[in-house]
Every structure is written in structure tokens, then in C-alpha cells.
């Protein structure tokens, strides 16, 4: 069993990512700026710091819902500010993950 998260996890939310995994499961996800690779042994868990990782945070259902209510009374001009650019020559989180899980 292996979870692979590709946005930052809120304090609040790490532990449902971690009651996921089956036993002897692993779970990378950035968390805290650092990437992290969650080990379940039954009921123990052991997290490994692999390196420090910029992400953007994770949006849940709620922060999304509300994004949409305020670009609905923003309008067009508030939808152009989350326009980000992406560097294409960045490997896949699977991709570095190989290397250090």
C-alpha cells in the first residue's frame, strides 16, 4: 500500500491521511515544508523526514467552495490572480519519491 499526496497537508488533516494506510503501508506527503514518508507497523507509525519541499497547500472541499463564492463576487479579475506558471523540467512526486523512500 503506498499514498503519494502532491499538496502540502494541514496539521489538521495528517492524521486522517495516516489512518489510511494499511498495515505496513507507506505515505509520502509534504508536511510542515518537509517531505515526509509515513511507515504504519499495526497500530505504531513511524514518519522519516526525506528532505524540505516548497508545495502549495491542500485545498479541502470547503476551502474550495469558498474560493468559488469569492471569484463569483469578485469576478473575472479575481480569477486572473490565481494564475501560476509551472516549471516543466521539475520530476513527478513519484519520481523523486523513488529515489528516497
Given amino acids: 500500500d503506498r499514498i503519494y499526496v502532491g499538496a502540502e497537508v494541514p496539521q489538521s488533516h495528517k492524521r486522517t491521511f495516516c489512518s489510511l ?3 505496513r503501508g507507506k505515505l509520502v506527503m509534504p508536511y510542515m ?8 507497523d499495526d497500530d505504531s507509525f513511524t514518519c522519516k523526514e526525506l528532505m524540505s519541499v516548497s508545495f502549495r497547500p491542500l485545498l479541502t472541499p470547503e476551502m474550495i467552495a469558498e474560493e468559488v463564492v469569492g471569484e ?6 479575481h480569477r486572473d490572480s ?3 506558471q509551472i516549471n516543466t523540467n521539475i520530476g513527478t512526486l513519484q519520481e523523486i519519491c523513488r529515489f528516497q523512500v
Avoid: F, P, Q, Y
Fill in 33 to 40: 515544508s518537509k517531505l515526509i514518508c509515513v511507515t504504519r
Fill in 72 to 77: 463569483e463576487e469578485e469576478g473575472d479579475r
Fill in 82 to 84: 490565481h494564475i501560476i
Fill in 21 to 23: 494506510l494499511a498495515n
